[in-house]
């Protein structure tokens, strides 16, 4: 019987690894390139992120002067003052509440645009990008206006039905309830449009399945639109609660901290302390203690992204 079985040229037998190394070398390139192409962001996020954050917790640890080492004792300096409580207590009410309200306009309105026809849906997404393409500074002076305790717009107009006038931010809770609703004006459309970029992206074939089964308009939202939206939710909240923690120019225009101190925010309370005050190591402390409350909310955040990830 005669053994006919195939032996490998040495050529062939080469050729294999060659393919491999030559694969392996092609992935090598696009990292390569793909680094040096990242490299500017790399870059930036360095120079004005991580650079600034680590000299930011330098400057912590200095006193008033800035030429001695203190370690902790800014810290322990603001712990036993009861305007950096109140200044923590205010920044969590207005950055929660102002999120609240801004996932829930942004989710009526973008519902409402979702289901305007197609042909009408440019003229009134632009239109009500409006607040938030505005420089926030530029809009805060129109509302600064709105809330003049003499000239108020708003109090001439509840003057018609009997009411005010209201010392929108002459008094504490009217303040707050103020810097609140410009806020929540300014960054609802951002909501607005990244809530109907994730509903353009359910399938109709979930609704129309809900539909069949005899699910209202309520529970379609509850069990199709929320469950398939979640991620982006997450995702969209968190990166609001950061920004509005950090808000600065809306609290400084409007009420400039005041009254007594009832409406200041971290941004605002750092800033005076530390440049008006000429304090900068005690401001930098203020500033570095909003790290800890957002970094909790964002590992519980990302968990939740993360587990719903691993279920699906």
């Not at 809330?147 to 009217?174: H, R, V």
Request: aromatic fraction near 16%.
């Amino acid at each position: 019987m005669v053994d006919v079985t195939f032996q490998p040229t040495p050529a062939a037998a080469s050729l294999a690894p060659r393919k491999r190394s030559s694969l392996r070398n092609a992935m090598k390139r696009k990292s390569t390139t793909a680094f040096l192409m990242a490299l500017p962001l790399i870059v930036l996020i360095v120079v004005f992120v991580i650079y600034p954050a680590f000299y930011s917790l330098h400057l912590a640890t200095l006193n008033k002067s800035m030429v001695r080492f203190v370690g902790l004792g800014n810290f322990e300096f603001l712990f036993k003052r009861e305007t950096f409580w109140l200044v923590v207590k205010q920044s969590c009410i207005f950055a929660i509440s102002a999120v609240i309200f801004k996932a829930l306009i942004g989710f009526v309105v973008a519902h409402f645009v979702h289901n305007v026809p197609a042909k009408k849906q440019r003229k009134w997404r632009g239109m009500l990008l409006v607040p938030w393409v505005i420089p926030p500074a530029m809009s805060t002076l129109a509302w600064l206006w709105l809330f003049d305790p003499s000239y108020s717009a708003f109090n001439y107009t509840l003057s018609y039905f009997g009411i005010g006038p209201i010392p929108w931010l002459g008094e504490a809770n009217w303040a707050r309830f103020s810097v609140i609703l410009v806020n929540v004006w300014y960054g609802a459309p951002f909501f607005m449009i990244m809530y109907l970029a994730a509903l353009k992206s359910v399938p109709e074939q979930l609704y129309e399945a809900a539909a069949i089964d005899g699910a209202n308009w309520w529970q379609r939202i509850w069990y199709v639109t929320l469950p398939m939206m979640r991620n982006i939710i997450a995702i969209t909240t968190l990166f609001s609660l950061i920004v509005t923690f950090a808000n600065f120019d809306i609290t400084r225009i409007l009420t400039n901290g005041g009254p007594l101190d009832h409406t200041h925010l971290f941004a605002t309370w750092a800033f005076r302390v530390g440049i008006e005050s000429s304090d900068i190591p005690l401001g930098a402390s203020v500033s570095l203690f909003m790290f800890p409350i957002l970094a909790v909310a964002a590992v519980f955040i990302l968990r939740d992204i993360s587990k719903r990830g691993n279920e699906a």
